[in-house]
């Protein structure tokens, strides 16, 4: 293995996730065209309207995965469908213990290659907002709390 000694070009730390343990939902701007986020959901061959969530409580238009890892600046998260770099999402985060999922908004900067990386779409956003100061403190609070709830 080759050793890379290269700056951090990140001006935040990233704080990482258990993967596939933390839901995130997306919800882009603009829903992907062909997408289930607007139109109808296939289960078990069994066609459900657009209003059909899961009983997960998801919003109209949003897309569910898993987070990777969080920085007060960005976010890693997997998606079964790949968003266009640039897509303008609001990304809510349900972190462990909290009862309400945290919101931010941002842009797509990156969708990590398909051949490179088999299985659901992982991308990058980096955060433009908060839709409340609420938020910007509550993900705050649990990146310091990180030792009592997520990994290190």
Request: glycine share 10%.
């Amino acid at each position: 293995m080759v050793t890379v000694d290269a700056p951090n070009r990140r001006s935040d730390d990233r704080f990482r996730f258990s993967p596939a343990y933390t839901r995130v939902v997306v919800i882009p701007s603009t829903p992907p065209s062909g997408s289930a986020a607007g139109g109808v959901v296939v289960i078990d061959g069994l066609e459900l309207g657009p209003e059909f969530d899961i009983d997960l409580g998801t919003p109209k238009g949003g897309l569910e995965g898993h987070g990777y890892d969080v920085s007060m600046t960005g976010m890693r998260f997997e998606l079964d469908e790949a968003l266009p770099v640039g897509s303008e999402v609001t990304v809510q985060l349900y972190a462990p213990a909290e009862r309400e999922p945290i919101s931010m908004r941002g842009t797509v900067v990156r969708v990590f290659s398909a051949d490179d990386d088999p299985g659901p779409r992982r991308m990058g956003v980096q955060f433009t907002g908060f839709p409340t100061p609420k938020d910007r403190e509550r993900l705050a609070n649990r990146i310091n709390a990180r030792a009592c709830c997520w990994p290190k």
